[in-house]
Every structure is written in C-alpha cells, then in structure tokens.
C-alpha cells in the first residue's frame, strides 16, 4: 500500500504498524467507544481484555500527528449473527473515537475526519463453499450496512473487497492468503479517491442499482441493474446470486441460488428455481455470501479498463415485480 502511494506521489510515505493477529475489535477500541455500543462484558480471548490493545498499541500514538490509517481485522469477531450486527457499531465508534481523540492529542494537527481505509475479510476455506458462515455478516457490517463506503456512518471510509482473493492452500492456512499485491492495489487505488482527492480513479467495482424480477412460472428471472461500470461488466462465473424465499406462515427466511443468464453493459439476467412449495418469494436477492465465494478472481462481476475490481458483496431490495 505505502510502495504503491510512493510510485504514485514520489513523497515519502511513512507506517506504523501496529498489530496483534487473531484479536477483537473491542481490544483496539477505548472504553469510551464501547459505552457507545452498550459493551459490559470484560470477557477475556487469550488473556487479553477489553480496550487492552487500545491502551498498550494505539494510545500512545495519539499525540504523533497521522495523516489516515488502514485496518484489516475481523476474522476473530466472525462468530454469531449477533457479533455480526453488534460489529457495525463496534466499527463505526472505534473510528470516530480514533479520530476524536488523534484530533485533540495532536492539538488539532490530526484531522477530525481523517481518512480511515479498510479491507474486507478475504475469503476463508474451501473456494465456493455453500456455507454462508459468518464472514459475509462481517463483511456488511464493516461498510455500516450499506455495502459501499463512503456512507452517512461512515465519511471518509474507504476500503478494499478481498472475498475473491481466497487462497485455500496457503500453507499459513486459508485465513492468511498470500496473495497481497491485489489488497495493496484495491486499497492505494480507494485511498488515492477518497484520502488524497484524486476523483478521477476507478476503484469501486460494479454496484447494484435496483432488482426486478419476473415470474415466468417455471422459474423466476431477476434483472440486476449496476451503476460505477467503467467500460463494462466482466463476468468469471455463473453463481453467487441468491433469492430469499419466506415461510408464508412465519418468519423464518431461506436462499435459494440462481444462475447467471446473460451479462450487459450495465445489467445482469439471473435465473432462480421457484421457491419451495407454500413459500412465497422474499423481498431480497443477494450476492457472494459465502466465506469463500468464487474461484480465485473468478467471481461473477467485475468490470475496469486498467484493472478489473470487484462487485463487493450486497443485499439489494426487490424493487419491481412483473
């Protein structure tokens, strides 16, 4: 990241790395952060507690003016729904608490909106795995539930999508890929658009729009509509679309899985089976939500000139039925 800001910029780029793998949000966050997200337990993972990293790792440095920060973390809160959803608040509060407190440490020099970039976890086990898991809910929760940063909750956020960077047979496990050089070009080429100002990049990947489906009796077909295309959509597979399907007497959802028609310009076509009998068709359709959700670099959507980046990961709203 720090290389490729330098061949860009030609100005020294300095980082301080400071890290502990396999730990948890809420160590790196003070407790004023954690009383915003209604945080009471001191559980302990591995002896360390609450706000302890915060104290020993990132504390002292906040009277050394910063111009930004990166974070790529998250695995270790991959653990319930609950700790999913908790963890959009845990993100969001850290980074505000992290500014506000760079902002008076340095007596105003650090920036009160300084940029804040991050990666999405990459991919994790087996390539294409049914398995949803919990990395998704991490995923969505690091862009504030949007899918896409900048946001309301999230100014001056960017970030990297890596769930196509899966690497199943790393030798440090598929938790640690080794493929670095792709994270480091998808978070320079944001952190060039959203810190240093330089709008005329493409970083963002194909983003949905909106979803029509039609109701062709034996199956039903979904038009999905995207915005930020540069040139036009690439396509790598045929899967990662999901309808959700709703029990016509409770609440509980299920997903059933497409397959991908035809690639436009600017839209796709997905075929999904009907959903099982005496349920009745959802009110969303998602995509890559899965720990691992395609072949390395082989996902369904893509698009760029220079470069191909990524449809991150979404939930969209069925916007029209015919």
């Not at 695995?75 to 506000?100: G, T």
């Not at 670095?180 to 320079?188: E, G, H």
Request: some cysteine; glycine content about 8%.
């Amino acid at each position: 990241y720090g290389r490729d800001l330098y061949d860009t910029y030609k100005v020294p780029i300095g980082l301080i790395s400071s890290d502990w793998g396999g730990t948890s949000i809420d160590k790196w966050s003070s407790h004023d952060a954690l009383g915003k997200c209604k945080q009471t337990s001191n559980e302990a993972r591995a002896g360390l507690y609450p706000s302890n990293l915060w104290n020993a790792m990132i504390h002292p440095f906040v009277r050394f003016p910063i111009y930004g920060a990166i974070w790529y973390q998250g695995e270790a809160n991959a653990r319930s729904d609950e700790e999913d959803a908790l963890y959009r608040c845990y993100f969001s509060e850290m980074i505000k608490d992290w500014r506000l407190k760079w902002y008076e440490g340095t007596d105003k020099q650090t920036k009160i909106d300084f940029p804040f970039g991050f990666v999405q976890l990459a991919a994790e086990g087996t390539e294409g795995n049914k398995s949803a898991g919990f990395f998704p809910g991490i995923r969505w929760s690091l862009t504030g539930g949007h899918g896409i940063v900048p946001n309301d909750l999230l100014p001056n956020v960017f970030m990297a999508v890596a769930m196509d960077l899966g690497d199943p047979t790393s030798p440090h496990g598929s938790v640690h890929p080794r493929d670095k050089q792709d994270v480091a070009i998808r978070l320079s080429r944001a952190g060039r658009a959203i810190a240093y100002g330089d709008t005329s990049l493409y970083y963002t990947g194909p983003l949905p729009v909106s979803a029509t489906i039609t109701d062709l009796r034996e199956t039903i077909s979904a038009k999905i509509m995207y915005r930020n295309v540069e040139d036009k959509l690439y396509s790598f597979s045929k899967y990662g679309f999901e309808l959700s399907c709703k029990e016509r007497t409770g609440n509980t959802v299920s997903w059933i899985e497409g397959t991908l028609d035809t690639v436009m310009n600017d839209y796709v076509t997905v075929s999904f089976p009907r959903c099982p009998a005496g349920d009745a068709v959802g009110e969303e359709i998602r995509y890559a939500w899965r720990q691992d959700p395609c072949v390395f670099k082989k996902c369904a959507i893509y698009s760029g000139s220079d470069y191909l980046f990524p449809s991150p990961p979404y939930i969209i709203p069925i916007h029209e039925r015919v």
